[in-house]
């Protein structure tokens, strides 16, 4: 991060991401920025909170790079959204790598990824654009991870894996090794999953017994959306 950080989002994310950039990586964070209903009383962690649509003429992005720091929304969909809008407006997105983080050297890594201190990614891995990794998940030699993914602590995917974009790892869950995940895909706490996966498919215990909700329908009569 070459240039000082305004992060959109000012919910719990946007804290924990604050946290880490600025005490245990000595970014700097200039000020936070939402839409404009959110803006509130205007201040976050000692910093402004701006508007959005007009946000660069504050911190112009000549100047300010941009970090999406939002949750795990429709599948990722809310935070995929919002990076393209920062990059119609010009601003470049990088990713923070925390420093005791241990990923390999050399690990192609796109942009506006957050990868936590204490993961386990070992050698081979390709990390896709706005991926999420929290502390203790493993991620298994020769995988690919698919864009706008997320993976919650203990999270566990073996080696050789394809991972497609826009997908979601709840806490402790397993994927076996060679196998491929489709777009858009819930795997749940403590799910296990050893076959193949298709697109938005919902997998909440053994692989071979998928629901049959499809992604949006499990979503919608559940109470993620609302995390």
């Known amino acids: 991060?070459?240039?000082?950080?305004?992060?959109?989002g000012t919910g719990k994310i946007a804290e924990v991401v604050h946290h880490f950039m600025v005490h245990e990586a000595g970014i700097t964070v200039a000020a936070f920025t939402v839409d404009a209903a959110f803006v509130g009383d205007?201040?976050?962690?000692?910093?402004?909170?701006?508007?959005?649509?007009s946000m660069e003429k504050q911190f112009p992005p000549d100047k300010f790079e941009l970090f999406v720091a939002l949750g795990y929304h429709d599948m990722n969909a809310l935070r995929a959204k919002k990076i393209a809008d920062a990059k119609a407006k010009g601003y470049a997105l990088p990713s923070f790598i925390h420093p005791q983080s241990?990923?390999?050297?050399g690990t192609p890594i796109?942009?506006?990824?957050?990868?936590?201190?204490?993961?386990?990614i070992h050698p081979k891995v390709t990390i896709g654009n706005d991926v999420f990794v929290w502390s203790g998940a493993i991620i298994g030699h020769h995988t690919t991870l698919g864009d706008h993914g997320w993976y919650t602590s203990g999270a566990n995917v073996a080696g050789a894996c394809t991972i497609g974009d826009n997908c979601?790892?709840?806490?402790n869950s397993t994927v076996s090794h060679g196998v491929r995940i489709g777009r858009r895909c819930f795997i749940g706490a403590n799910a296990l999953v050893t076959k193949d996966m298709t697109d938005e498919q919902v997998i909440i215990a053994?692989?071979?017994k998928p629901?049959?909700?499809?992604?949006?329908?499990?979503?919608r009569m559940s109470a993620f959306s609302s995390i």
């Not at 991060?1 to 959109?8: D, G, Y």
């Not at 979601?168 to 806490?171: D, E, G, S, T």
């Not at 629901?211 to 979503?219: A, E, H, P, S, V």
């Open 110 to 120: 796109g942009e506006n990824c957050f990868i936590m201190r204490d993961v386990h």
């Open 42 to 53: 205007g201040q976050k962690e000692g910093l402004p909170v701006v508007d959005f649509a």
């Open 168 to 171: 979601f790892f709840a806490i």
């Open 211 to 219: 629901i049959r909700l499809n992604t949006d329908q499990f979503l």
């Open 206 to 208: 053994q692989s071979d």
């Open 1 to 8: 991060m070459s240039k000082p950080i305004v992060l959109f």
């Open 102 to 105: 241990g990923l390999p050297k």
